[in-house]
């Protein structure tokens, strides 16, 4: 038997629905832009087999251009980081009274990558009673559940379990989240 023959949809992410109405992409996007978008794809397309060799070398080009970009952008963070190591920031004069920040960790069957995620927000250099940490797992996730269960977590963490309904999405698991949330940030 299918197990979501009998689908019944998430109460939170309906309301989000309603609330939404004509906000969403769906409406946003009306038959006139669409039909536009429409003939751009087909004029693209009608150039692409008309002029093959012109079409295939500007596609190379911006290609190319976009790969050194992204190869700048890179090269730049990583050597003109005027910061070399967490010492230096300590130093700076941080204000004392630091908001709380939330941070949400939605998982679904990650259990190999779980210990190393949680490591690296518990070593962000904040002070540990100024973060919240939730971790939004569906109570039909064993793997998950199994490897939060076997690990040390941080004071600051709580494991949110939401019911498996659709829709099946990660902005469903924040949705659930999101109500409990202290932090301003």
Known sequence: MNPHSTIREDGIAVEARKKLKSLSSYHKIRWPFRYVLLGLLVAVVVTAVMYPLSFGLLVFT???????????????????????????????NLPTDLPLVSIVLPLKNEGDVIKATIDKIEAIDYPSQQKELYIVV??????????????DLPL???????????????????MHALPKLRGRF
């Open 156 to 174: 600051f963490a709580q494991i949110l379990l939401i019911p498996e309904q659709p829709p099946f999405t990660k902005a469903r698991a924040l």
């Open 62 to 92: 911006l290609g190319f251009f976009n790969y050194l970009f992204l190869l700048v952008f890179r090269l730049s963070n990583v050597l003109g980081s005027s910061i070399k190591n967490t010492s230096e920031i300590s130093d700076l």
């Open 138 to 151: 569906e109570q039909t996730d064993l793997l998950t559940r199994r490897t939060l269960r076997d690990l």
